[in-house]
Structures are given as C-alpha cells and as structure tokens.
T-cell receptor, first 114, second 115 residues
Framework: AQSVTQPDIHITVSEGASLELRCNYS??????LFWYVQSPGQGLQLLLK??????LVQGIKGFEAEFKRSQSSFNLRKPSVHWSDAAEYFC????????????FGAGTILRVKS | GAGVSQSPSNKVTEKGKDVELRCDPI?????LYWYRQSLGQGLEFLIY????????KSGLPSDRFSAERTGGSVSTLTIQRTQQEDSAVYLC?????????????FGPGTRLLVL
C-alpha cells in the first residue's frame, strides 16, 4: 500500500532563510504527488503537484518541489521564507485505481522566527 | 467563485447520538471526497463519490459511518451511535473529475467533539 513519510514533525527557520521540507513516498509506479498547506483553523490548500513531465515543479507562494524517483522523494523548497508561511505542510500521494484517494504524511509544522 | 463549504463548523454531541455533516462542493465538480483529520490517525481518506457511480467506501472505519450524495451535488456524512474516538475534523473536498491528476479543493472542515 502507498505510504508517505515526513520525517520532521517541527521545523523552525528564520524569516528570509531558505526552507526544505522532506517527503518520502512508497509507490511502485510513477505516483501522483502533492503538497498541501494548512493554516490554523483552515482547510487544506494545494501548493503544487506532480504527475509527469519536468521533475521540478513550481507552485504558488514561491514554493517548488523536486521529484526524485531514485530516492522516492518529493521535497518542498522555498528560497526565502516569510512569516506568513508559518503553517502545517502535508505531503500526499494519490492511491487507488484512479490515483485519487490521497494518502497523507503526518505533516510538518513550520515555525518562522523573526 | 465559491469554494467548498461545510456545515456546521463545529459540532458537540454526546456519545451514542447520531450526527450529520454537510458538504456543498464547488459547482460543476463531479467528484466529492470525505477525509478525517484526527490527532491519532492524521489525515485519512473515508469515501468518495464520482457522478452517478457507486461510491468508493473503502476508507470508512466502521458501519456506523455512511454518506450519500443527492443530485450529484450536496453530500451528507452520517455517523451513528457516535463514540469518543470519532472526535476529529471532517474535511470535504471536490474535484472536477476523479483522476489522480485533478486538484482536490478542500472545505474548512467540521470539527466534531463527542463527549
């Protein structure tokens, strides 16, 4: 069965510093991969997704992620973090016959120091 | 345009009572999903509907959970004889079609507390 591992429960970075959130997945074929962000009391918002093509994908809010098949990873990056980026970030893989049943990682809580 | 809406925002109930949670998907979206977010289990898939096809109920944790989607639009998730372990945030999402590449748009969730 598909699974997603986000090894970091909490990450703290200084405002303006770069960010990398790690995500490893378990899946046999080319997966559908997603990063979502959840601010306190809010629903999930899609940052970016990958399902084919260029392995470096650009998303909203200046985020990007790189699909690395050899490492089964889909890490999220941002070159310069803003205080408004403080939130919880979830990596997900699409499961099931149509790849539409999302399997989420446990999430990484990002704290931004001013 | 309007996003996915859910009601109520919060629900407090007593153990053993039945609850109904409502989801209004984005207009024109044929696929509708329910997920649950809890401290112990994280985010987990419950059920999805695609058009007039039979729903995929593979994620429902017990037969106390059921859902329906009327007229291909609004959906109701029903939990019968609620238990304390049902306390969670229930999230609804919709997408244009059910393909894995489709973006799922999430609602704000219903926070359920079972006393």
């Amino acid at each position: 069965a598909q699974s997603v591992t986000q090894p970091d429960i909490h990450i703290t970075v200084s405002e303006g510093a770069s960010l990398e959130l790690r995500c490893n997945y378990s899946y046999g074929a080319t997966p559908y991969l997603f990063w979502y962000v959840q601010s306190p009391g809010q629903g999930l918002q899609l940052l970016l997704k990958y399902f084919s093509g260029d392995t470096l994908v650009q998303g909203i809010k200046g985020f990007e992620a790189e699909f690395k098949r050899s490492q089964s990873s889909f890490n999220l990056r941002k070159p310069s973090v803003h205080w408004s980026d403080a939130a919880e970030y979830f990596c997900a893989v699409g499961a099931g016959e149509y790849g539409n049943k999302l399997v989420f990682g446990a999430g990484t809580i990002l704290r931004v120091k001013s | 345009g309007a996003g996915v809406s859910q009601s109520p925002s919060n629900k407090v109930t007593e153990k053993g009572k039945d609850v109904e949670l409502r989801c209004d998907p984005i207009s024109g979206h044929t696929a509708l999903y329910w997920y649950r977010q809890s401290l112990g289990q994280g985010l987990e898939f419950l059920i999805y509907f695609q058009g007039n096809s039979a729903p995929d109920k593979s994620g429902l944790p017990s037969d106390r959970f059921s859902a329906e989607r009327t007229g291909g639009s609004v959906s109701t998730l029903t939990i019968q004889r609620t238990q304390q372990e049902d306390s969670a945030v229930y999230l609804c999402a919709s997408s244009f079609r059910r393909g894995g590449w489709e973006t799922q748009y999430f609602g704000p969730g219903t926070r359920l507390l079972v006393l």
